[in-house]
C-alpha cells in the first residue's frame, strides 16, 4: 500500500543503491496507481544503471531540490524496469493524469529536440 503522503506528494526522493551499497537520493516525479508507484526516467539514467543490479530502493515525499520535510516517512521497496511501448505508454499516461500540461509540454519538446524520439523508461516501484 502506498502511504497517501508519497501519493500526494509532486516530488518523491527516490534511493536507489550503487553495487557497493551506497544510497544515492534523486528527486523524481511519481504516480501512485494500483498497488505501485511509477516514475519516468531517461533510460540512460545512473537510477537505472544502479536498479539492473539492485532492485531496493526507498521513497519519501520532497520538494523539486530533493529536501525532505522533518517528520516524512521513508517507506522501502522493489523497483523493477518498465520496458517497452506498453509499459511507457503507461507510466506517460499516468503521469499526464498527474501532472496535466507541464508534463505533456516536457515530454513533447523534449521529443521534439531528440527527433521524435523518446528514450525514456519507466520504473514500478511495490512498497
Known amino acids: ?50 536498479l539492473r543490479h539492485d532492485p531496493r530502493v526507498t521513497v519519501t515525499p520532497c520538494d523539486v531540490r530533493g529536501r525532505i520535510a522533518e517528520g516524512a516517512r521513508t517507506v522501502e521497496g522493489t523497483g523493477r524496469l518498465l520496458e517497452g511501448a506498453a509499459g511507457l505508454g503507461r507510466v506517460r499516461k ?15 519538446v523534449g521529443a521534439l529536440v531528440r527527433g521524435g524520439k523518446r528514450p525514456h523508461v519507466g520504473i514500478s516501484v511495490t512498497l
Open 94 to 108: 499516468a503521469m499526464a493524469r498527474k501532472y496535466g500540461l507541464r508534463f505533456r509540454l516536457m515530454d513533447v
Open 1 to 50: 500500500m502506498i502511504p497517501e503522503a508519497v501519493a500526494r506528494s509532486p516530488y518523491v526522493s527516490l534511493i536507489t543503491f550503487r553495487r557497493n551499497g551506497t544510497p544515492v537520493a534523486t528527486p523524481v516525479w511519481a504516480v501512485a496507481e494500483g498497488a505501485e508507484l511509477l516514475v519516468w526516467t531517461r533510460d540512460d539514467s545512473w537510477k537505472v544503471k544502479r
